[in-house]
C-alpha cells in the first residue's frame, strides 16, 4: 500500500499517521531515536506492508502486471491501489477526501520537527503538492510514478525503469485491478483493526 492507504487505516491516532508517512525514510537502528508514538507508526506500516505483500488477492494483482513489469509490478500495484482507493474514496470514508488530506497535512505540519531530515525532505513537498488528492486523477498518478521512477534510477540505474510508460497497461487491466482491491481492502482493514492495539 502507498501513503493514501497507510494514513487512512492509521487514521485517528497523530503517531500512527505520522509513521506511516515517514517509515520508509526509517532504518532500523534509527527507530529508537523517534518518539514512541511515531516508533509505533512505523512498525504498524511495516505490518501492513508485510500482510499486503504475502496477500494472495495482491499477488494476483501484481502478475496481471508483471510480465512487462517483472520486479517492479509490486511497486506499481502499491500505488495503483492507492489511485483506486482515491477515486473511489466515498466507498471507505464519509469525510470528502480533500479534508482527510488537509486533516493528514496538519498532522504532518506538528510532528513535522520529530522527523528525520530526509523525511522532511519527503514530507514538504507532500503537503505542499497536495499529493494525497493527486492520487485519485491519472495525471497525478503519472507524477507519482514519474518521481519514484527518478528515485530507482538514482539507487538502482541498472535496473530503471519509467514507471509512466506502464500507465496504459494498467488503464487496460483497471477493472480487474479494482474488483481486487475491492476484495483486498476490508481483509486488510480488519487485520489492522485486529493488530494495532498490539503494536508498542
Do not use: K
Not at 496481471?64 to 502499491?78: E, K, T
Amino acid at each position: 500500500m502507498n501513503f493514501l492507504a497507510h494514513l487512512h487505516l492509521a487514521d485517528g491516532d497523530a503517531g500512527d499517521m505520522a509513521g506511516g508517512v515517514v517509515a520508509d525514510f526509517v532504518r532500523n537502528p534509527e527507530l529508537g531515536a523517534l518518539p514512541a508514538d511515531i516508533r509505533r507508526g512505523v512498525q504498524l506500516h511495516r505490518l501492513i506492508d508485510g500482510f499486503t505483500d504475502r496477500h494472495p488477492v495482491t499477488l494476483r494483482s501484481i502478475s496481471r502486471v508483471s510480465a512487462a513489469l517483472g520486479w517492479f509490478g509490486g511497486v506499481a500495484i502499491d500505488i495503483y491501489y492507492d489511485h483506486i482507493l482515491a477515486r473511489e474514496w466515498h466507498r471507505y470514508s464519509s469525510e470528502p477526501l480533500p479534508e482527510f488530506a488537509r486533516r493528514c497535512y496538519a498532522v504532518l505540519e506538528a510532528r513535522f520537527a520529530d522527523l528525520s531530515e530526509d523525511a522532511r525532505d519527503f514530507v514538504r513537498p507532500f503537503i505542499d503538492d497536495d499529493r494525497l488528492t493527486a492520487y485519485s486523477t491519472q495525471e497525478g498518478i503519472a507524477r507519482t510514478f514519474a518521481r519514484v521512477s527518478e528515485v530507482i534510477a538514482e539507487r538502482i540505474p541498472n535496473r530503471a525503469v519509467w514507471l509512466p510508460n506502464h500507465l496504459p497497461l494498467l488503464a487496460a487491466r483497471d477493472a480487474d485491478l479494482a474488483a481486487d482491491f475491492h476484495s483486498f481492502y476490508p481483509e486488510l482493514q480488519a487485520f489492522v483493526a485486529e493488530r494495532r492495539g498490539a503494536v508498542v
